[in-house]
């Protein structure tokens, strides 16, 4: 039975998650920013053997570093995880391609010295719903 599922941007590949999330993490390292292309990342972490390609094998690209693979949609470029030689046996889901979500926090920062000095004051930045706010 999944815990968990998810998918790419446009739909092409999914995911399902058949074991419990481990951890849940923010990255904050330069290689992981280049990667996600955002301030940090943030991932799912759970065994490798749990995550279950439901749909569009054939669809996943991949990017391979020393360190390890990131596995991409191909056909709209979603990053859907990562697996690193540091960590063998896991794999890391992007917390944005997960359906459900709402409920799942963070646990730790890692690689906090090449952290943006500007994360921990995102809570004071002035916050709009629904995009840009229109004068």
């Known amino acids: 039975m999944s815990k968990h599922s998810g998918s790419c941007h446009c739909g092409e590949v999914t995911y399902s998650l ?28 759970l065994p490798y053997r749990s995550l279950k390609i439901t749909r569009g094998r054939e669809r996943l690209g991949c990017y391979q570093k020393k360190e390890g693979k990131k596995y991409f949609c191909s056909l709209c470029g979603t990053p859907i995880f990562n697996v690193n030689s540091r960590y063998p046996g896991a794999c890391m889901i992007y917390f944005g391609t997960l359906d459900e979500a709402q409920d799942i926090r963070p646990m730790i920062n890692v690689w906090c010295e090449s952290k943006l000095e500007w994360v921990d004051r995102v809570s004071s930045i002035r916050s709009v719903d629904r995009g840009v706010e229109r004068k």
């Open 18 to 45: 058949c074991s419990e999330i481990v951890n849940v993490v923010n990255c904050h390292c330069n290689f992981c920013r280049s990667l996600n292309g955002s301030a940090f990342s943030t991932y799912a972490a």
